[in-house]
């Protein structure tokens, strides 16, 4: 603006009054332009700033919401903490709970074991008693057998002459019979006997308590025996005690049944 007034110095003054009139129209005209754009831009301005405050009043209230939501969140997660932890205390006390269980269980199958093993001892002991007694049973019943059949030698005789009729030859006794390889029959009671020149084997049996079995057994023996000595058999059996029913069976089997008694 100074350029111009310097510039209209050097004019005619009728010409430089108006010019310095209009410029200075011209300055105040600028100046009062200048401050009205000035407030136009600044109420912009604060028009733009009222919008971002709005904006930012909305994002600070969406940041509330969602600072609400975390503290929420928050709030259930560290109940959900809370509730794991009591179950991780719930389990852990399970878990002594079920160690303590194992431990007793252990403890009962080591008791179980040990009985086990007692068990077993006494059971080998009464396995060896039974042995033991049937050891001795069986000696004695060996004993019993052989008195039984030790008299029956001696009295046999005299009741095959009355009851057969046949006179024994040499002495009745107790024998093996050799089948080869190394195998016998043993009979309890074996001898000769005759009868108006016929001859007979003697066969029998001593049995201490005579049983359906024993008959059985004794037959099939003697039918064996017959294939090494093929004479005609007369078939008896001492005992101390027969049942009726054992004498029928004996009688219709062709075995004759001596008791003791009669020895």
Known sequence: MKRYFDAIEELPNEIKLPLIRVLELFREEIAETVKRSDFEELKFVVKELAEA?????????????????????????????????EAQKKTEQRVEELAEAQKKTEQRVEELAE????????LRSLVKSHKDLKEQVGGLSHTVGYRLEDDSYKALPALLKHDFGVDVKGRLKRDYIDIGDERYIEVNILGRAGYNGK????????????????????????????????EEQIRLIVTYMASPAIQRYAKEKGVKIYFSYEF
């Not at 009043?57 to 709030?75: F, G, T």
């Not at 037959?219 to 025996?225: F, H, P, S, T, V």
């Open 199 to 230: 001859e007979y084997i003697v066969v029998g049996e001593a049995k201490s308590q005579l049983k359906k079995k024993d008959i059985d057994e004794f037959i099939k023996k003697a039918e064996n025996l017959k294939r090494y000595i093929p």
């Open 115 to 122: 009985a086990q093993r007692k068990t077993e001892e006494e």
């Open 53 to 85: 405050q709005k904006r930012t009043e909305q994002r600070v209230e969406k940041l509330e919401d969602v600072v609400k939501e975390l503290v929420e969140a928050q709030k259930k997660t560290e109940q959900r903490v809370e509730e794991l932890a």
